[in-house]
Nanobody
Framework: QVQFVESGGGVVQSGGSLRLSCEVPAIIFSQIPNTYSMGWYRQPPGKERELVAGLTSGGNTRYKDFVKGRFTISRDNAKDTVYLQMNSLRPEDTAVYYC????????WGQGTQVTVSS
């Protein structure tokens, strides 16, 4: 089954940090542009999934206001991996985190659970 594989989640106290990783399945590269953007999404309990951070192939980033200054998205093209460094975590960051190619938004993985306790 083709899907993204996210890892690195866990339970942390408020103010803590986590680094999420996501492996991009090689098979999808035939379905996306040569220059593609990666994104991290999250789905809090009882809510819909939303994009929180994006990174273009040229290195441009964009973040939702509520994570700006705390989260950093990066990628290692040689490893087909994208990362999300999350600092100063808050209880409201509790969610399942997913990654995907912004131009694709398919083959969703299982995500990785992040739980921030107060």
């Amino acid at each position: 089954q083709v899907q993204f594989v996210e890892s690195g989640g866990g339970v942390v106290q408020s103010g803590g940090s986590l680094r999420l990783s996501c492996e991009v399945p090689a098979i999808i590269f035939s379905q996306i542009p040569n220059t593609y953007s990666m994104g991290w999404y999250r789905q809090p309990p009882g809510k819909e999934r939303e994009l929180v951070a994006g990174l273009t192939s040229g290195g441009n980033t964009r973040y939702k206001d509520f994570v700006k200054g705390r989260f950093t998205i990066s990628r290692d093209n040689a490893k087909d991996t994208v990362y999300l460094q999350m600092n100063s975590l808050r209880p409201e960051d509790t969610a399942v985190y997913y990654c995907n190619v912004l131009e694709l938004e398919s083959y969703w993985g299982q995500g990785t659970q992040v739980t921030v306790s107060s």
